[in-house]
């Protein structure tokens, strides 16, 4: 008897993913890996792992990748305040390059030659796993039964009923989710009407800001180069500190974002986030940038950001333009290190201090009172240089030739006369 080749499915436990193990072993003849993948999306493993064998599998992986999630994509993520037009904290589309690159990896190991997914035909996700797959595994060929199989709902549960597999009773919801230990999205439903407030019933995470309680909570969260170390004075690895802030902050109804999104295939879609975690620590760890980038850093790491958050949201994790983006962020880093004071109410995280032994923050420069050291004759020289160019084109350009201005000079102002 030939042995059948073997494809790694990126399995999830839900309706999709589970029809896809059959519907692939019968329309491409092969033997299906399921590979579940953990990235901090709580979920009960061991009954996913069981549900895959039970649909068809003819293995079943789990792996816990939530560090490396921390390590190698949120904290990089973070440094390079990395937020989609700035709104979206990318925690899907931070996943998705790092379940590429495990599939490739389980894919190599068990000697598959393709790998598949459930994404649709018109999302990012598809784009990110593809793209991510063809860069790091170009040897192996990529299945989307989703993308190709063309049922409905409808016809996908009866095809489930016909193969017996277990429909899960969130099939009611109409909501399409996805979480991580960065964030949750929510879509579909009512959410398709950009007019209608996202209903109470979508959010898991975060509290509805009226409920949430009276008096003001803060946090003190403590950075080294960037990277989050300490919540109130405790040391936690990422993955604790993360979910702490992410329950401490929820609580406050934190973290709710309501985005009318580009995506990368070329359509508007309305995003509905919950990512409290995700930004108090963007908000913080910006916060102590500003206490200790120069002016000029901080602009270009601006420029930086935009394009750092674009390549991830359209896939483009594994580039070279990411390495040469990371290495400025990196080098930016190297004095983000300090506290910042958060202060948590109704839905609001606000900053209210920060601290860095590296502050670039002088107080004697700053202040008002007596222990005043700035120079203020120096002004002088400073302003004189400063608008000297202004002056030499306003005389020459803008006060000689008035009637070929545009308009940014209001009329002369002339008194009415008495
Ligand atoms: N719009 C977001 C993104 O492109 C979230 C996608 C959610 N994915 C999902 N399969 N439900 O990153």
């Given at each position: 008897?030939?042995?059948?080749?073997?494809?790694?499915?990126?399995?999830?436990?839900?309706?999709?993913?589970?029809?896809?193990?059959?519907?692939?072993?019968?329309?491409?003849?092969?033997?299906?890996?399921?590979?579940?993948?953990?990235?901090?999306?709580?979920?009960?493993?061991?009954?996913?792992?069981?549900?895959?064998?039970?649909?068809?599998?003819?293995?079943?992986?789990?792996?816990?990748?939530?560090?490396?999630?921390?390590?190698?994509?949120?904290?990089?993520?973070?440094?390079?305040?990395?937020?989609?037009?700035?709104?979206?904290?990318?925690?899907?589309?931070?996943?998705?390059?790092?379940?590429?690159?495990?599939?490739?990896?389980?894919?190599?190991?068990?000697?598959?030659?393709?790998?598949?997914?459930?994404?649709?035909?018109?999302?990012?996700?598809?784009?990110?796993?593809?793209?991510?797959?063809?860069?790091?595994?170009?040897?192996?060929?990529?299945?989307?039964?989703?993308?190709?199989?063309?049922?409905?709902?409808?016809?996908?549960?009866?095809?489930?009923?016909?193969?017996?597999?277990?429909?899960?009773?969130?099939?009611?919801?109409?909501?399409?989710?996805?979480?991580?230990?960065?964030?949750?999205?929510?879509?579909?439903?009512?959410?398709?009407?950009?007019?209608?407030?996202?209903?109470?019933?979508?959010?898991?995470?975060?509290?509805?800001?009226?409920?949430?309680?009276?008096?003001?909570?803060?946090?003190?969260?403590?950075?080294?180069?960037?990277?989050?170390?300490?919540?109130?004075?405790?040391?936690?690895?990422?993955?604790?500190?993360?979910?702490?802030?992410?329950?401490?902050?929820?609580?406050?109804?934190?973290?709710?974002?309501?985005?009318?999104?580009?995506?990368?295939?070329?359509?508007?879609?309305?995003?509905?986030?919950?990512?409290?975690?995700?930004?108090?620590?963007?908000?913080?760890?910006?916060?102590?940038?500003?206490?200790?980038?120069?002016?000029?850093?901080?602009?270009?790491?601006?420029?930086?950001?935009?394009?750092?958050?674009?390549?991830?949201?359209?896939?483009?994790?594994?580039?070279?333009?990411?390495?040469?983006?990371?290495?400025?962020?990196?080098?930016?880093?190297?004095?983000?290190?300090?506290?910042?004071?958060?202060?948590?109410?109704?839905?609001?995280?606000?900053?209210?201090?920060?601290?860095?032994?590296?502050?670039?923050?002088?107080?004697?420069?700053?202040?008002?009172?007596?222990?005043?050291?700035?120079?203020?004759?120096?002004?002088v020289g400073f302003i004189h240089l400063w608008g000297l160019p202004l002056k030499t084109q306003a005389q020459a350009q803008l006060l000689a030739h008035?009637?070929?201005q545009?308009?940014i000079l209001?009329?002369?102002?002339?008194?009415?006369?008495?």
């Open positions: 008897m030939t042995q059948r080749d073997k494809v790694v499915l990126a399995y999830s436990g839900g309706l999709d993913t589970s029809v896809a193990i059959k519907w692939i072993a019968e329309n491409y003849n092969l033997d299906v890996i399921a590979l579940t993948i953990d990235v901090g999306n709580q979920r009960d493993l061991a009954m996913i792992r069981d549900k895959a064998l039970k649909t068809g599998a003819i293995k079943a992986i789990v792996l816990d990748a939530k560090d490396l999630f921390v390590n190698y994509f949120i904290f990089p993520a973070l440094q390079a305040d990395a937020m989609y037009e700035g709104e979206y904290p990318l925690a899907t589309a931070l996943s998705r390059p790092l379940i590429a690159k495990l599939l490739v990896d389980m894919a190599h190991e068990e000697g598959a030659n393709s790998v598949a997914h459930g994404c649709t035909g018109k999302g990012n996700d598809q784009v990110r796993l593809d793209v991510g797959v063809a860069a790091l595994g170009p040897d192996l060929k990529i299945i989307a039964p989703v993308r190709e199989w063309k049922m409905s709902r409808k016809e996908e549960i009866e095809y489930a009923d016909k193969h017996g597999i277990p429909v899960p009773t969130t099939i009611a919801s109409p909501y399409s989710t996805d979480e991580n230990l960065w964030g949750r999205s929510i879509e579909c439903g009512v959410l398709e009407d950009p007019w209608a407030e996202p209903p109470e019933e979508v959010y898991k995470w975060t509290k509805a800001p009226k409920d949430a309680p009276a008096t003001p909570a803060y946090v003190e969260i403590e950075f080294e180069k960037g990277i989050p170390v300490a919540l109130d004075g405790e040391r936690l690895d990422g993955f604790s500190l993360i979910s702490r802030l992410t329950e401490l902050t929820g609580a406050h109804g934190v973290g709710r974002i309501d985005h009318i999104e580009n995506r990368l295939v070329g359509i508007k879609s309305r995003e509905v986030y919950e990512c409290p975690a995700a930004v108090a620590l963007l908000k913080a760890h910006k916060a102590l940038e500003d206490m200790t980038l120069s002016k000029d850093q901080s602009r270009f790491k601006q420029v930086v950001v935009q394009q750092y958050a674009d390549l991830i949201y359209n896939g483009l994790w594994f580039s070279a333009f990411h390495q040469d983006l990371a290495a400025y962020v990196q080098s930016t880093q190297r004095y983000v290190t300090g506290s910042v004071r958060l202060r948590l109410f109704k839905g609001e995280c606000t900053v209210v201090g920060r601290k860095s032994p590296s502050s670039l923050y002088s107080h004697a420069l700053a202040t008002y009172d007596k222990a005043d050291q700035f120079d203020h004759s120096s002004s008035p009637g070929e545009i308009n209001p009329p002369k102002v002339k008194l009415a006369e008495e």
